[in-house]
């Protein structure tokens, strides 16, 4: 299993990103998919999660209303839209799959939100 993410970057605060998360070595779309971060000295912390279908989602109470999960299972590919970013966004960006009672993680993405 590989999960390799992208899209991280510096945002001012009140900007936008859009991180992807391509995904091999198992049949993706069985699995159900999340998004979790980590800020400096902090736990890791689910943000988002979407069924293999995609057709149920569910999120952290801090993002709920700005960020959004997505999946297009012809890819192999997990997307988290994320909107009006603030600072307390900032954080390491991990992709999941939880696959035959096994959790599989990327090596992450960094968000920076800042003036």
């Known amino acids: 299993v590989q999960l390799v993410e992208s899209g991280g970057g510096l945002v001012q605060p009140g900007g936008s990103l859009r991180l992807s998360c391509v995904a091999s070595g198992f049949r993706f779309s069985r699995w159900s998919m999340s998004w979790y971060r980590q800020a400096l000295g902090k736990e890791r912390e689910l943000v988002a999660g979407i069924t293999s279908a995609g057709g149920s989602t569910d999120y952290a109470g801090s993002v709920k209303g700005r960020f959004t999960i997505s999946r297009d299972n012809a890819k192999n590919t997990v997307y988290l839209q994320m909107n009006s970013l603030k600072p307390e966004d900032t954080g390491l960006y991990y992709c999941?799959?939880?696959?035959?009672?096994?959790?599989?993680w990327g090596q992450g993405t960094q968000v920076t939100v800042s003036s």
């Open positions: 999941n799959a939880f696959v035959s009672g096994y959790a599989y």
